[in-house]
């Protein structure tokens, strides 16, 4: 399974953007789809973004389209998720995730791989 950390995180005010990094080892990062959750205090993990292997495939749950892009550097083996437009709601640990051979989908338990999580906070 991939080795997934995640970085990028911190701090921010409404309307602010991040842009989170999650680097993967291994040499099988070109042949997993991604995805990125959320789980915000008090709250189940739930899906945020998506992308196939190839890059050409992407998606969005509702809350985060036209805000968040998920996209890929296959020769650094790193998923990004850029972050524009913050709401407080958006507060949460974001995860990355990894599904070796198969195509990207919403559901976290399709995912065998993840990483530790890096924090957002969004103040109002």
């Known amino acids: 399974q991939a080795q997934l950390v995640e970085s990028g995180g911190g701090l921010v005010q409404a309307g602010a953007s991040l842009r989170l990094s999650c680097a993967a080892s291994?040499?099988?990062?070109?042949?997993?789809?991604m995805g990125w959750f959320r789980q915000a205090p008090g709250k189940e993990r739930e899906f945020a973004a998506a992308i196939s292997q190839s890059g050409d495939f992407t998606y969005y749950t509702d809350s985060v389209k036209g805000r968040f892009t998920i996209s890929r550097d296959n020769a650094k083996n790193t998923v990004y998720l850029q972050m524009n437009s913050l709401k407080p709601e958006d507060t949460a640990v974001y995860y990355c995730?990894?599904?070796?051979?198969?195509?990207?989908?919403?559901?976290?338990?399709?995912?065998?791989?993840w990483g530790q999580g890096t924090q957002v906070t969004v103040s109002s």
């Open positions: 995730a990894a599904r070796f051979g198969m195509p990207p989908t919403k559901n976290a338990q399709d995912f065998p791989s």
């Open positions: 291994g040499r099988t990062f070109s042949s997993c789809a």
